[in-house]
């Protein structure tokens, strides 16, 4: 099984992308997923995570308030919406899938990963 991002591209900072996951071919309904990011040779980072209902929520520090996670079960999507873009927000874009988690902020326990997408803020 493998999700697929898309909504990444070129944005001056200040502005807003909105991402989405899907999954060709399974239901994402039972399964809590997160966004993480990563630039070439750096740790991935994990932004937010969402629990299966949609009622949890948890974010990173670096993007709180400015990140929102969603997801529309009847779409099988999660949104990653991101406002006031910045710079230092360049990078590869993923999400991943794990049955059951809750939210969880810790990446290891997400079974199920995408491509990515990427992010480039830049004037």
């Known amino acids: 099984a493998q999700l697929q991002e898309s909504g990444g591209g070129l944005v001056q900072p200040g502005g807003s992308l909105r991402l989405s996951c899907t999954a060709p071919g399974f239901s994402l309904r039972d399964y809590g997923v997160m966004w993480i990011r990563q630039n070439p040779g750096e740790e991935r980072e994990g932004l937010a995570a969402?629990?299966?209902?949609?009622?949890?929520?948890n974010y990173g520090a670096s993007v709180r308030g400015r990140f929102a996670i969603s997801r529309d079960h009847a779409q099988n999507t999660v949104y990653l919406q991101m406002d006031n873009l910045k710079p230092d927000d360049t990078s590869t874009y993923y999400c991943?899938?794990?049955?059951?988690?809750?939210?969880?902020?810790?990446?290891?326990?997400?079974?199920?990963w995408g491509q990515g997408t990427q992010v480039t803020v830049s004037s």
């Open positions: 969402i629990s299966p209902s949609g009622r949890a929520e």
């Open positions: 991943a899938a794990g049955v059951g988690l809750e939210a969880s902020m810790f990446i290891w326990k997400y079974d199920y």
